[in-house]
């Protein structure tokens, strides 16, 4: 019997009963509609790549730039007003020209557009704390809070954004005239900011009203959890699909207003200049033919805020489901 059943002693072979493995971050993501969107959209991948370019030089203009357009000892006044290079009388050193002080204007053009997505990401960023927080808080709490909150909205909304950024801007510059460099950036920063958080807050606002009513909020409730824990990790995170959005296409206006400011010679400081600055000292050329001074800044302007333009409403359509 033995010999047909088999020995006692021998142990049965263990079975791998491990669950297979979850696909990683990545995988999800290329595998998900999203992705899947952006690869069926040509307008979306073209902005993707001009956004990625322009972002991709700012950042290592350092190292991309052929000159350095902020070192004294370089620049060449001989040089200066150069056409670019196809030009009749144009240098192969400068390929798009020279400015009024001889420097190049490609490599100008790398190093203000770096100071120009650093003020415009960063507005963008402030402006989201300060709007989500509050709109968060009047869409969850509601009654005088929620009342008190809008009415200051109403109020931001009554003002141009750009005459109050020149106010706040005029104001900080009046009350430290002497200021570093650094603090004329957080002005500015914060001038852009405040005129921006109020979108973000009447959209967080109308989409919290909702989810403050469905079960797993009232589920939360029940079990005893805090309002304030409520919030930040159940309500959050399902308001922040348009926030997103809204913040994308945010970066294009806030990169806007920054050369507006600059342009009118209240933005960032004259050593450092962006995108604005180049199109208002080449405003003064203009008229007697050296049109490259301004519009090649100009042309940069357009395409850094055109492509972001552009993935935020492919951004907008691919995260809706209704518009797909």
Same mark, same amino acid.
């Given at each position: 019997m033995a010999g047909f059943l088999g020995s006692s002693d021998e142990k049965p072979e263990p079975m791998n009963d491990k669950p297979a493995s979850a696909p990683n971050a990545l995988r999800r993501f290329l595998d998900g509609d999203v992705w899947h969107s952006f690869c069926k959209s040509p307008v979306a991948m073209l902005a993707a790549l001009i956004a990625f370019v322009c972002i991709f030089c700012a950042l290592f203009a350092d190292v991309v730039a052929p000159h350095n357009p902020f070192d004294l000892a370089s620049l060449e006044?001989?040089? %200066? $007003?150069?056409?670019?290079? &196809?030009?009749?009388? /144009? @240098?192969?050193?400068?390929?798009?020209?020279?400015?009024?002080? /001889?420097?190049?204007?490609? %490599?100008?053009?790398?190093?203000?557009?770096?100071? %120009?997505?650093?003020?415009?990401?960063?507005?963008?960023?402030?402006?989201?704390?300060?709007?989500?927080?509050?709109?968060?808080?009047?869409?969850?709490?509601?009654?005088?809070?929620?009342?008190?909150?809008?009415?200051?909205?109403?109020?931001?909304l009554s003002f141009p954004s750009i005459l109050v950024a020149l106010l706040i801007d005029g104001v900080g510059r009046a009350m430290f005239p002497n200021a570093h460099d650094s603090l004329a950036f957080m002005v500015l920063i914060l001038a852009i900011s405040l005129t921006g958080w109020v979108q973000y807050a009447r959209t967080v606002r109308g989409s919290t009203m909702v989810e403050r009513n469905k079960e797993y909020v009232q589920a939360a409730r029940v079990i005893g959890v805090s309002k304030g824990r409520i919030m930040a990790r159940h309500v959050l995170p399902n308001v922040l699909g348009p926030v997103l959005v809204l913040a994308t296409i945010q970066v294009a206006a806030a990169i806007i207003t920054e050369a507006t400011l600059s342009f009118l010679?209240?933005?960032?400081?004259?050593? @450092?200049? %962006?995108?604005?600055?180049?199109?208002?000292?080449?405003?003064?050329?203009?008229?007697?033919?050296?049109?490259?001074?301004?519009?090649?800044?100009?042309?940069?302007?357009?395409?850094?805020?055109?492509?972001?333009?552009?993935?935020?409403? &492919?951004? $907008?359509?691919?995260?809706?489901?209704?518009? $797909?």
């Open positions: 006044l001989m040089d %200066s $007003r150069l056409p670019p290079s &196809w030009m009749e009388g /144009g @240098s192969r050193n400068y390929l798009l020209g020279t400015d009024d002080q /001889g420097r190049d204007l490609l %490599s100008a053009l790398m190093y203000g557009a770096r100071i %120009s997505l650093f003020v415009g990401l960063a507005s963008v960023l402030l402006s989201m704390l300060i709007g989500v927080s509050l709109g968060l808080l009047a869409g969850f709490v509601g009654g005088k809070v929620d009342a008190f909150i809008m009415r200051i909205c109403d109020v931001m010679g209240v933005g960032v400081p004259p050593t @450092s200049p %962006s995108l604005g600055t180049l199109i208002r000292v080449g405003n003064d050329f203009l008229f007697s033919g050296e049109w490259w001074i301004t519009i090649w800044p100009g042309t940069m302007l357009v395409l850094i805020a055109l492509s972001v333009n552009l993935l935020g409403d &492919w951004l $907008r359509d691919a995260l809706n489901p209704r518009l $797909r």
